[in-house]
């Protein structure tokens, strides 16, 4: 069920918020750009120490025929581009690419095999699906004929909603069965909401954001259901003996820099309180903005994924490698529930000074995270260092971040709500 409150988009409490989201990404622009200095210096200091010349890298070799993605949020903005640009990035390549889309709701009728879309399906589905594919055949990404089969956009017969995936029992098994039944070697979650009217999911004890359910407890509850999956079915091998690696990615946003009272530990303290059914009345006008809602959230999702990162790291037997990405200030329909004159209020700006990106601009930053599989130095540094805020890299954030999101995963499952 479902609760709406009173919206406060225009209150002054949102717009501060709202504006401390300008600043964080102003912060994040001259972060980037000075570690895009100093990586600069130290590679010409490499060069002229090795004396080697400049050079192209060498691609990384696939390790298998086959490579599949399972991308949430796909049907616009990132998520829409992150598919085309995974063929893409793939097209030079002796690989199979498959692109596994999750859908909202499938009618009987709705997809036929490898994808081909039938007649009486979702009709939201079927119009992004078939947009998807006559994008990829218009930049020659999928071929018709026997060519069809090197590359497939598989539409996910499943119905899944990230909002509501934590406390929906149906949409879990069908997931878990849909893993169980294809082998996913990359998760990405691209899925996110940031709602203008305050909307709350009703659970016995209180109840939790759909900011906080679609953008944190959704993928974490995916990743689980997929790893476990993953963990039992998968026996194909990386070409040197051991178990081909998975990895999943994470994608965050620059808001979780915010400050002006957005991202404060206390307000990361109360938002792991609310999901122990610990809320505080004091905070409740904070939360009542969706500029701490959202932003929020993307904090909490990058702390559980740096902290599920440091997990894996230390497991003897992990086969999963964890991402978590920022792909910047695009173009997106994230906010198409903000009244018309907020969106342009946010929007013209950005444009005018040319901040707002095109969403094929965050999409590279993700699959360069999907795509990287080395374990380097380097890569870490990417991943896992400057990129993000000081309250989100702190371990002790990590914890109860992640302690407090599976604990609400396992509530639930005593509960009924979700099983395994």
């Given at each position: 069920?479902?609760?709406?409150?009173?919206?406060?988009?225009?209150?002054?409490?949102?717009?501060?918020?709202?504006?401390?989201?300008?600043?964080?990404?102003?912060?994040?622009?001259?972060?980037?750009?000075?570690?895009?200095?100093?990586?600069?210096?130290?590679?010409?200091?490499?060069?002229?120490?090795?004396?080697?010349?400049?050079?192209?890298?060498?691609?990384?070799?696939?390790?298998?025929?086959?490579?599949?993605?399972?991308?949430?949020?796909?049907?616009?903005?990132?998520?829409?581009?992150?598919?085309?640009?995974?063929?893409?990035?793939?097209?030079?390549?002796?690989?199979?690419?498959?692109?596994?889309?999750?859908?909202?709701?499938?009618?009987?009728?709705?997809?036929?095999?490898?994808?081909?879309?039938?007649?009486?399906?979702?009709?939201?589905?079927?119009?992004?699906?078939?947009?998807?594919?006559?994008?990829?055949?218009?930049?020659?990404?999928?071929?018709?004929?026997?060519?069809?089969?090197?590359?497939?956009?598989?539409?996910?017969?499943?119905?899944?909603?990230?909002?509501?995936?934590?406390?929906?029992?149906?949409?879990?098994?069908?997931?878990?069965?849909?893993?169980?039944?294809?082998?996913?070697?990359?998760?990405?979650?691209?899925?996110?909401?940031?709602?203008?009217?305050?909307?709350?999911?009703?659970?016995?004890?209180?109840?939790?954001?759909?900011?906080?359910?679609?953008?944190?407890?959704?993928?974490?509850?995916?990743?689980?259901?997929?790893?476990?999956?993953?963990?039992?079915?998968?026996?194909r091998e990386d070409g040197g003996g051991g178990a081909m690696k998975k990895t999943v990615v994470f994608v965050g946003s620059f808001t979780h820099r915010a400050r002006l009272g957005v991202c404060t530990r206390a307000n990361a303290k109360e938002?792991?309180?609310?999901?122990?059914?610990?809320?505080?009345?004091?905070?409740?006008?904070?939360?009542?903005?969706?500029?701490?809602?959202?932003?929020?959230?993307?904090?909490?999702?990058?702390?559980?994924?740096?902290?599920?990162?440091?997990?894996?790291?230390?497991?003897?037997?992990?086969?999963?490698?964890?991402?978590?990405?920022?792909?910047?200030?695009?173009?997106?329909?994230?906010?198409?529930?903000?009244?018309?004159?907020?969106?342009?209020?946010?929007?013209?700006?950005?444009?005018?000074?040319?901040?707002?990106?095109?969403?094929?601009?965050?999409?590279?930053?993700?699959?360069?995270?999907?795509?990287?599989?080395?374990?380097?130095?380097?890569?870490?540094?990417?991943?896992?260092?400057?990129?993000?805020?000081?309250?989100?890299?702190?371990?002790?954030?990590?914890?109860?971040?992640?302690?407090?999101?599976?604990?609400?995963?396992?509530?639930?499952?005593?509960r009924g709500c979700i099983s395994y």
């Open positions: 069920m479902t609760k709406f409150s009173p919206s406060s988009v225009w209150s002054v409490r949102n717009m501060v918020h709202l504006f401390a989201w300008f600043l964080a990404y102003a912060e994040q622009m001259f972060v980037s750009k000075r570690r895009h200095v100093l990586r600069r210096r130290e590679y010409a200091r490499e060069k002229k120490k090795n004396g080697r010349e400049k050079g192209v890298p060498p691609k990384r070799k696939p390790k298998g025929k086959r490579v599949a993605y399972f991308v949430t949020g796909w049907s616009s903005g990132i998520g829409f581009e992150t598919c085309l640009s995974l063929l893409q990035g793939h097209k030079e390549e002796e690989m199979v690419v498959e692109l596994h889309l999750p859908t909202r709701a499938f009618p009987p009728g709705g997809v036929g095999n490898k994808g081909r879309l039938r007649e009486g399906g979702d009709e939201e589905a079927n119009d992004a699906g078939k947009r998807l594919r006559s994008e990829a055949k218009s930049r020659g990404l999928i071929e018709t004929g026997e060519k069809e089969k090197k590359n497939r956009i598989v539409l996910a017969k499943i119905d899944l909603d990230c909002a509501t995936l934590a406390i929906d029992a149906g949409a879990r098994k069908r997931a878990r069965k849909y893993f169980a039944e294809n082998e996913v070697d990359v998760l990405i979650h691209c899925a996110a909401e940031c709602n203008a009217e305050r909307k709350v999911l009703v659970l016995e004890e209180g109840g939790v954001d759909r900011e906080a359910m679609c953008n944190v407890l959704g993928p974490a509850v995916l990743t689980k259901l997929w790893r476990d999956e993953m963990s039992v079915n998968d026996n938002w792991i309180n609310r999901l122990d059914r610990c809320a505080s009345a004091r905070k409740e006008k904070d939360f009542e903005t969706l500029g701490v809602r959202y932003a929020l959230s993307k904090l909490m999702v990058t702390a559980y994924a740096l902290g599920k990162m440091r997990e894996e790291e230390d497991r003897d037997d992990s086969f999963v490698r964890v991402k978590v990405v920022d792909p910047g200030l695009c173009r997106t329909k994230l906010t198409r529930t903000w009244p018309k004159a907020l969106r342009l209020l946010y929007e013209i700006p950005m444009r005018t000074v040319g901040l707002l990106e095109h969403p094929r601009k965050g999409a590279e930053r993700i699959v360069r995270a999907a795509t990287l599989s080395e374990d380097n130095e380097k890569e870490k540094e990417w991943s896992n260092a400057v990129a993000y805020s000081h309250i989100a890299r702190d371990e002790l954030v990590q914890r109860l971040c992640v302690k407090a999101v599976d604990g609400f995963i396992e509530r639930e499952n005593a």
